[in-house]
């Protein structure tokens, strides 16, 4: 049976990294997964990760199942990192979250909510955006739709438009927002767009979806929360997809979260055994290690101190990096003006690159970027980025 099944498409992102590893040259430099590199090139595991763990390792009693949705302990952390410690929303029981398999899991949670429950049918995502935000939407039964965000000539957030295709969702429908750093594009709306963004959706009745995968590497944890909370104030419902597989290094222990907002502690309280019905019947209960790590450090005030420091330290590396990236290229005497990566916020640039000449970067430098023009700046280090600007100034 299994010959009637054609090959599907390599993933744009993590089949990059295939590509990678397989390829044989020995400069070869991957700038396609969003992926935090040091000064050496490593994907370290934080301080704060490894003192955890080895307080876990001396405390842990059992390795019984949690309950369907986590535990209570990590509930409140992520609540406190998404709305503030002691947020009124939270104390009024109004928030209920679920400890999901990474940012991914949580949306596919968030999506199979919505379409079982009957709230919504359709989801309207920014074009461009995460290359695997469709097919999660998709596979879960839901319309994608799209709306603008991006003005390439500018390279900027095209405001007026994005708020003119907006326009066109029905009350009820979802809509995807990026909490932070835009993925792809590094461009966020500013404090005033965040404000006039809920006052539109208030208006149309949106449900709003945060896609909050980057806290921390723009301006800093709290300022981070910003458009989110501006939303929060203002809304009955909203729900949040957040991911700490970066702003914690714990990418393979996919470890994220699912977070319902409601109009009062009875609604959420409902509406959450069905979020535990969906996570019943996708992987039934989540694995610890991650959510614990996580949980242990914001709990305990030193180790919370040295994460929020950790995560200062990756911020201003990348930061450096886009700085360096400019000037560089700039120095090679590529007439092109980059200087709007200094503009961009989090892991990715999305340089303007187009097809063919990341497809020469590939072939002819082995230097991997995502098909889109995105370049993880996060993987740039002093190392690499004499041959990576080098590179691009042959293909431009
Ligand atoms: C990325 O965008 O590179 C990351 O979110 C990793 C992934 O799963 O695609």
Redesign the pocket.
């Known amino acids: 049976m299994f010959e009637k099944v054609v090959a599907a498409p390599a993933d744009p992102?993590?089949g990059l990294t295939d590509a990678f590893r397989a390829d044989p040259r020995t400069d070869k430099i991957n700038l396609g997964?969003?992926i935090y590199k040091d000064e050496s090139g490593a994907t370290p595991i934080l301080r704060s990760v490894k003192q955890a763990e080895q307080i876990l390792l001396n405390d842990e009693k059992s390795k019984n199942y949690l309950g369907i949705e986590g535990t209570a302990a990590y509930g409140s952390v992520v609540q406190q990192l998404l709305f503030g410690k002691g947020a009124e929303l939270i104390n009024s029981g109004r928030v209920k979250t679920a400890q999901a398999p990474g940012g991914?899991g949580a949306l596919r949670i968030a999506a199979e909510f919505v379409v079982r429950n009957n709230l919504s049918k359709t989801v309207w995502i920014s074009d461009p955006t995460?290359?695997?935000h469709v097919s999660v939407f998709q596979a879960a039964g839901l319309e994608v739709k799209w709306y603008k965000y991006y003005d390439p000539s500018r390279k900027g957030l095209d405001f007026s438009a994005m708020q003119a295709s907006l326009a066109e969702a029905q009350a009820g429908d979802l809509v995807l927002l990026h909490g932070c750093c835009h993925?792809p594009t590094g461009i966020d709306p500013t404090r005033e767009q965040w404000q006039a963004l809920a006052e539109q959706s208030l208006a149309a009745g949106w449900l709003p979806l945060f896609d909050f995968?980057y806290q921390g590497f723009a301006r800093g944890i709290e300022e981070d929360a910003e458009g989110l909370r501006i939303f929060a104030a203002s809304h009955d419902e909203l729900l949040v997809a957040s991911s700490f597989s970066k702003n914690f290094g714990l990418y393979n222990e996919r470890v994220g979260a699912f977070t319902l907002v409601s109009a009062s502690k009875a609604v959420a309280d409902v509406a959450f055994t069905q979020v535990k019905t969906v996570i019943r019947a996708n992987y039934s209960n989540p694995p610890s290690h991650g959510a614990a790590v996580v949980t242990t450090i914001v709990q305990d005030e030193a180790l919370y101190a040295e994460w929020v420091a950790e995560v200062a330290e990756m911020r201003v590396r990348i930061r450096e990096m886009r700085e360096l990236l400019v000037e560089k290229l700039a120095a090679l005497g590529i007439a092109q003006d980059f200087s709007f990566i200094r503009e961009q916020n989090g892991m990715f640039s999305f340089s303007g690159l187009d097809k063919a000449q990341v497809e020469r970067l590939k072939q002819e430098f082995g230097i991997y970027i995502v098909g889109s023009g995105r370049i993880?700046v996060a993987g740039i280090t002093h190392a690499n980025i004499d041959p990576l600007c080098d590179a691009i100034a042959k293909v431009i």
Do not use: D, E, K, M
């Open positions: 992102i993590l997964v969003g991914t995460w290359a695997n993925n995968a993880s």
